[in-house]
């Protein structure tokens, strides 16, 4: 429905999806990020570097698998598969 915007925010995949990005994939930290997506907002588009960026939210987790904390980060288009 118009102006409801449930379609401003998106699931990338089945909710609680995990995802590694590489370091040149999202903005800003050091080394790759592993997070369950919580959501990706379509309506916060940058144009960097030549690719499409969008925020996501989501809960950063260490490689054992412990939740770290939840984070905003800026990810490249085509590290999300849009």
Do not use: C, H
């Not at 998106?10 to 370091?23: D, K, N, R, V, Y």
């Not at 588009?45 to 905003?72: K, P, S």
């Amino acid at each position: 429905m118009p102006g409801n915007g449930w379609r401003t925010w998106i699931a990338t995949s089945p909710m609680g999806e995990i995802l590694e990005f590489s370091e040149e994939d999202y903005r800003y930290g050091v080394g790759p990020l592993i997070m369950r997506i919580a959501r990706v907002d379509l309506t916060s588009v940058e144009l960097y570097d030549g690719d499409l960026w969008y925020l996501v939210e989501g809960t950063q987790l260490a490689r054992d698998g412990r939740e770290i904390e939840f984070r905003q980060v800026t990810v490249r288009a085509r590290a999300l598969g849009l």
